[in-house]
């Protein structure tokens, strides 16, 4: 399936009541916090990042069609049962599948939220009928997969973003992912060491037109001192590898959208700016704001935090117009445009308006 060749929907996203502008913003704001360069201008990494969506449900309804081109293949062993994670890149959903087609016995492990759009996958491709899911966090998921490792069972599992197998702060580590963090879940690494099975890397990517999947070797349990030091130290290694795969093919990382929940970040709410920004000029803060309009509502959307601040249509007016203008103003000044000082307090705390 040529890349080249996905026809996407004419999009439009600049336009502040576009359809599909807050989704342009929030994936460009996702992206800006992870890297300091991309090869890629904004709108072409939109563009491209639809694209890649696009490619993924094509190849969900062909998913038996779908060839990888497979690297590292002599790290897998199909006579031993092992539990195989990915990350939601490339064409992911066809990893079950290749594993299947090379022997292995293989059992699907679902978050709660992703469990209906893998049953709709049944459906839908009757290549995916002999598979069995698990849903890890309902209250028999742990059980069942007990039982089914006893019987030989293999299982594969995505651990990039959602829910795992033991959802609870205790089971939780924040690892370092390009230039920001993310609080994940040990859930999986975790489960491995429990049940003394393998825990093996593999990575999907699209380049070239073709599919390739990479198998790396299984993390060494030998190297940590029990389950706990395991669960934490194989989720920082298995993002660390993942992150060469994400610099490489960004646009591919369907999670990327969704990141900002699980982003860990401090609040950037500075209370002691009104102070010290007294006899300064103050101009709208358009590197970290932007407009979008849903609804007949009117919002300013903070590419720092991807926050939306619903504001009056006066006030949209006012900082658009401000900012086409490059307009400088005074906290005196402001005072004539607003009814109270408190509100130009927290325009200027949240760094809505800023020191020109």
């Given at each position: 399936m040529d890349f080249n060749n996905i026809n996407i929907q004419q999009l439009e996203w600049n336009s502040f009541e576009s359809k599909n502008r807050l989704k342009y913003l929030n994936l460009i704001s996702n992206k800006n916090k992870l890297?300091?360069?991309?090869?890629?201008?904004?709108?072409?990494?939109?563009?491209?990042?639809?694209?890649?969506?696009?490619?993924?449900?094509?190849?969900?309804?062909?998913?038996?069609?779908?060839?990888?081109?497979?690297?590292?293949?002599?790290?897998?062993?199909?006579?031993?049962?092992?539990?195989?994670?990915?990350?939601?890149?490339?064409?992911?959903?066809?990893?079950p599948i290749f594993l299947l087609k090379k022997g292995v016995d293989l059992i699907v492990l679902s978050s709660k939220e992703?469990?209906?759009?893998?049953?709709?996958?049944?459906?839908?491709?009757k290549?995916?009928?002999?598979?069995?899911?698990?849903?890890?966090n309902d209250p028999n998921g742990f059980r069942k997969i007990i039982t089914e490792?006893?019987?030989?069972?293999?299982?594969?599992?995505?651990?990039?973003?959602?829910?795992?197998?033991?959802?609870?702060?205790?089971?939780?580590?924040?690892?370092?992912?390009?230039?920001?963090?993310i609080e994940t879940m040990i859930g999986i690494p975790y489960l491995s060491h429990v049940l003394k099975m393998p825990l093996v890397p593999l990575f999907s990517y699209r380049a070239d037109n073709l599919n390739y999947i990479h198998i790396e070797e299984e993390i060494d349990k030998n190297a940590y001192k029990d389950r706990m030091d395991f669960g934490l130290g194989a989720t920082h290694l298995l993002w660390e590898k993942f992150e060469r795969y994400f610099l490489k093919y960004p646009t591919q990382w369907e999670s990327l959208y969704y990141l900002r929940d699980f982003l860990k970040e401090d609040d950037e709410t500075d209370i002691a700016l009104v102070h010290e920004v007294k006899n300064e000029s103050l101009g709208f803060n358009e590197k970290r704001y932007t407009f979008?309009?849903?609804?007949?509502?009117?919002?300013?959307?903070?590419?720092?935090?991807?926050?939306?601040?619903?504001?009056s249509k006066y006030m949209f007016v006012f900082f658009q117009k401000i900012n086409e203008a490059k307009t400088r103003l005074r906290l005196h000044d402001l005072k004539s445009f607003f009814k109270t000082e408190k509100i130009i307090e927290n325009f200027i705390e949240k760094k809505i308006l800023i020191p020109a």
């Open positions: 890297m300091d360069d991309c090869e890629l201008n904004n709108d072409d990494f939109f563009t491209d990042f639809i694209k890649n969506q696009q490619m993924v449900v094509k190849e969900n309804l062909s998913l038996a069609k779908t060839e990888f081109k497979a690297i590292g293949e002599h790290h897998l062993d199909v006579s031993q049962p092992s539990i195989y994670c990915s990350f939601r890149i490339g064409a992911f959903m066809s990893i992703s469990y209906s759009k893998v049953m709709d996958l049944k459906k839908k491709n290549a995916y009928d002999g598979i069995e899911v698990i849903k890890v490792s006893k019987k030989g069972k293999s299982f594969f599992c995505l651990i990039d973003v959602g829910r795992s197998v033991n959802d609870n702060q205790k089971h939780k580590a924040v690892v370092d992912f390009g230039n920001a963090q979008f309009i849903r609804d007949n509502e009117y919002y300013l959307f903070d590419y720092e935090t991807c926050h939306q601040f619903n504001v």
